[in-house]
């Protein structure tokens, strides 16, 4: 299923397609997150920031600028940025 695909089943709330999502692609998600924060605990807070946003706005990732997979990785990035700023 391409990302185009999966993003027209988010938008249209299919629950099944979350958890395509996650299953492709939480590893990555996870692993970006671990490895910058330093935290297992801070890694699997942010995945599941990163997916939840995915759920409740699918529409704001747009498959014309890139990868899901990349999309996801770069929120995950962003948001451990922050985790580390923070503390």
């Known amino acids: 299923m391409s990302d185009m695909e ?3 089943r ?3 709330g299919d629950l099944g397609a979350l958890a395509d999502a996650y299953d492709r692609h939480a ?3 996870y692993g970006v997150a ?3 924060t330093g935290s297992r605990a801070h ?3 942010i995945t599941q920031s990163v997916f939840a946003a995915l ?3 699918p529409l704001t990732y747009d498959p014309a600028l890139g990868s899901l997979r990349g999309w996801l990785v770069g929120r995950a990035l962003h948001e ?3 985790r580390t ?3």
């Open 6 to 8: 999966l993003r027209a």
């Open 10 to 12: 988010l938008a249209a």
């Open 27 to 29: 590893p990555y998600v």
């Open 34 to 36: 671990v490895t910058v």
């Open 43 to 45: 890694a699997e807070e």
């Open 55 to 57: 759920w409740e706005e």
């Open 80 to 82: 451990s940025a922050l």
């Open 85 to 87: 700023q923070v503390g």
